[in-house]
T-cell receptor, first 118, second 111 residues
Framework: DTGVSQDPRHKITKRGQNVTFRCDPI?????LYWYRQTLGQGPEFLTY????????KSRLLSDRFSAERPKGSFSTLEIQRTEQGDSAMYLC????????????????FGEGSRLTVL | RKEVEQDPGPFNVPEGATVAFNCTYS??????FFWYRQDCRKEPKLLMS???SGNEDGRFTAQLNRASQYISLLIRDSKLSDSATYLC????????????FGAGTQVVVTP
């Protein structure tokens, strides 16, 4: 399977714990995105990378959230000191676009990592 | 105010009928527009891009109205398999890499 893969698919944690999600994009894709989605809402932009460079972060992303893509391939999203409001589906997506160019608009999403904070 | 707004629905549509719905955007710098489809408990997938002159893809027609800042999607001859949530997506010139999603419009096609 050469699609976007995310791990773990489900994570249940207690409030205050740290969690980390991993995303492996489609191998030839240079852009990688993280979105968060809650029930009844559309995906909410968190951040995106062009290769290893993090080009934009949502203002909604508090300092408890950090994302990395150290070698321009897989990415991790860490949430520190989780809160119940962090419960959501965390979606990773990838695409291929020229540096600095408008995105083609076709993102390939993984199946998501569902986080439940008790 | 959200940058991208959609009527959440649900739009209940008899099989074979036509359904249409809009999406409004607030950022006048918005430049690229798309419709995505999301099935229940699945990831979103690109349905079609929206071009300035309007475009069709089979039973689906997308339109853009820049003056009123909205895009629309029309589905003709609805099939049961068209039941899904349709997400409006916008890219603005002030943030080329950031795809902004609306909350989605739910369509339920009934036999």
């Amino acid at each position: 399977d050469t699609g976007v893969s995310q791990d773990p698919r489900h994570k249940i944690t207690k409030r205050g714990q740290n969690v980390t999600f991993r995303c492996d994009p489609i191998s030839e894709h240079n852009r990688l995105y993280w979105y968060r989605q809650t029930l009844g809402q559309g995906p909410e932009f968190l951040t995106y990378f062009q290769n290893e460079a993090q080009l934009e972060k949502s203002r909604l992303l508090s300092d408890r959230f950090s994302a990395e893509r150290p070698k321009g391939s897989f990415s991790t999203l860490e949430i520190q000191r989780t809160e119940q409001g962090d419960s959501a589906m965390y979606l990773c997506a990838s695409s291929h676009s020229l540096a600095g160019a408008r995105d083609t608009g076709e993102l390939f999403f993984g199946e998501g990592s569902r986080l439940t904070v008790l | 105010r959200k940058e991208v707004e959609q009527d959440p629905g649900p739009f209940n549509v008899p099989e074979g009928a036509t359904v249409a719905f809009n999406c409004t955007y607030s950022n006048s710098a918005s430049q690229s527009f798309f419709w995505y489809r999301q099935d229940c408990r699945k990831e979103p997938k690109l349905l079609m891009s929206v071009y300035s002159s309007g475009n069709e893809d089979g039973r689906f027609t997308a339109q853009l109205n820049r003056a009123s800042q909205y895009i629309s999607l029309l589905i003709r001859d609805s099939k049961l398999s068209d039941s899904a949530t349709y997400l409006c997506v916008v890219i603005s010139t002030d943030s080329w890499g950031k795809l902004q999603f609306g909350a989605g419009t739910q369509v339920v096609v009934t036999p």
